[in-house]
């Protein structure tokens, strides 16, 4: 079969059995363009519970997949490839939050997203990296254990000089691989061009940009910019996104090596067979850690 023949494929079953897909925007442009939505892991998960489709294939990695079904209870949501974990999401566990929790008795734990359900039980708001800033600011609390990037941490923390801040070493992979040797090595071949990073970027890489952001932040900045050329640093996806979606600008990768293959894990067959109902692993919580990880979700679009 040709890549369009298995998308028509995918487009004809999705339509027959009333499946909505949900695709990352670090899937591959394959997946991207037969999904019904693209966007960051929040957006998609708030989508989903919007959808009239009983049936959701969520193609990024677990903790995504987790989020919808923290906000659906009710639909079927399945993982598209079940090897496609988040190393980050799965660095901590619930142990070692509420050992942390004991030493530093007085202060909140705010938990990225990108965190197991299980893990957000222990803690008391979630974030993503476009509304970490706002809710840490919002917090009455000045004292605030971030987890479990260090490097969203310490790019929220520098911009709330008056909060104190506990950050623990954990860290997106990807991310974390850029060096800033590699920043000053682009900039030299591309000199007019700006720099968006994403916060999970070390420190040192981080403050070398132009732009910091999620990946629908970087995105926009760069759709709506009138400069002409940009170095991404994040998920070299976002890379092709924009050279679909603004073809008269440049786009170039920071590292050649920022890609994620637990993002990269899920094919367009696995979507065809999940369709088919032969692939994939339907996402199963347990009702009180659902309602413990949604009260954390909860807090996080009160304060967001
Ligand atoms: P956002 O899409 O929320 O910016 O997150 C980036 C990421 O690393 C997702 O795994
Ligand atoms: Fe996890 Fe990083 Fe991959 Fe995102 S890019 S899924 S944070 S490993």
Not at 80 to 92: H, T
Not at 203 to 232: L, R
Request: with cysteine; glycine share 4%.
């Amino acid at each position: 079969m040709t890549v369009k023949q298995i998308q028509d494929e995918i487009i004809r079953l999705k339509k027959e059995k009333d499946i909505c897909i949900l695709a990352h925007a670090y899937q591959s442009r394959e997946i991207i363009e037969i999904a019904d939505f693209m966007g960051d892991s929040f957006a998609l998960s708030v989508e989903a519970s919007k959808v009239p489709q009983k049936t959701v294939i969520m193609c990024g990695v677990r903790f995504m997949a987790e989020t919808v079904k923290i906000l659906s209870p009710d639909k079927k949501v399945i993982l598209s490839n079940p090897v496609a974990g988040c190393p980050m999401a799965e660095q901590m566990d619930r142990e070692l939050i509420l050992q942390v929790r004991e030493q530093y008795p007085d202060y909140t734990v705010v938990a990225y997203i990108n965190t197991t359900s299980e893990l957000k039980t222990v803690c008391d708001v979630c974030v993503t990296s476009s509304s970490a800033l706002t809710i840490c600011k919002k917090l009455e609390n000045d004292k605030i254990l971030f987890i479990p990037d260090c490097n969203l941490g310490d790019w929220i923390a520098k911009q709330i000089p008056e909060k104190q801040f506990k950050l623990l070493n954990g860290g997106c992979p990807t991310h974390a691989r850029i060096s800033a040797k590699e920043v000053e090595n682009v900039k030299k071949m591309h000199p007019d061009a700006l720099l968006l990073v994403h916060p999970e970027c070390k420190p040192e890489v981080v403050e070398k940009a132009d732009y910091v952001g999620s990946t629908t932040g970087i995105m926009k900045f760069a759709e709506q910019s009138d400069n002409k050329e940009f170095i991404i640093g994040t998920e070299n996806s976002i890379v092709t996104n924009l050279q679909l979606s603004c073809p008269d600008k440049m786009f170039y990768p920071l590292s050649k090596d920022c890609i994620c293959s637990n993002m990269k894990a899920t094919t367009l067959v696995d979507v065809l067979n999940c369709c088919k109902g032969v692939f994939g692993e339907e996402i199963e919580l347990d009702e009180d850690i659902r309602l413990k990880a949604k009260a954390c979700i909860d807090k996080m679009i009160e304060l967001g």
